[in-house]
């Protein structure tokens, strides 16, 4: 029986505009990538990133900070995580610097529909190492099996797999509501 819904962030609770903005496919290992993973995992400031992707698409500061801040949280998808939230356990994973993602967290009031919340800079673990969802289970208190993973980055979700978590690749909330949906009623015959 699933017993905890864990989210993504950008790219399923946020838009992610940064992949656009860099020109770089966010399922591929190129420098952006491997960039936005050394702030993922704490090993640089969220200002030093901002200098950086900057410089690497010559672009100003103040550019790249307006991409950022035209970043929009999907009220829609924010709601129906607060009503999951009043039957399963809600979690969020997300690949993110701590300096960038808690004002936005605090602001949007999205602290109230998650039991945890799990920021990779935090832990200097990133997906999709295994620890990352292991941690998120043991803090959720519940078995790989009783979770569903939802995350728009696909080797992520093959990561989540490989534990045994449930697992749907974002594409849209329509698409993510639907087989979350059909997955919840067929554990439980209601949602």
Known sequence: MIKAVIFDFFGVICSDEYWNFVKEDKNADGDFNKLSADLNLGHISWRDFVSEVAKDT??????????????????????????????????????ASTEHLAPILEQGGLKKVFNEIIISSELGIAKPDPRIFQIALARLQVEPHEAVFID????YIYAAKELGIN?????????????????????????
């Open 58 to 95: 010559g672009q100003d500061i103040a550019k790249v900070r307006q991409m950022y801040e035209s970043q929009k949280v999907h009220p829609e998808m924010v709601a129906f995580i607060g009503k999951l939230h009043e039957r399963y356990k809600t979690a969020l994973i997300s690949n």
């Open 152 to 155: 728009d980055i696909s080797r």
């Open 167 to 191: 697992t749907i690749l974002y594409d849209n909330f329509g698409q993510m509501k639907t087989e979350l949906v059909r997955l919840l009623t067929n554990e439980s015959g209601q949602l």
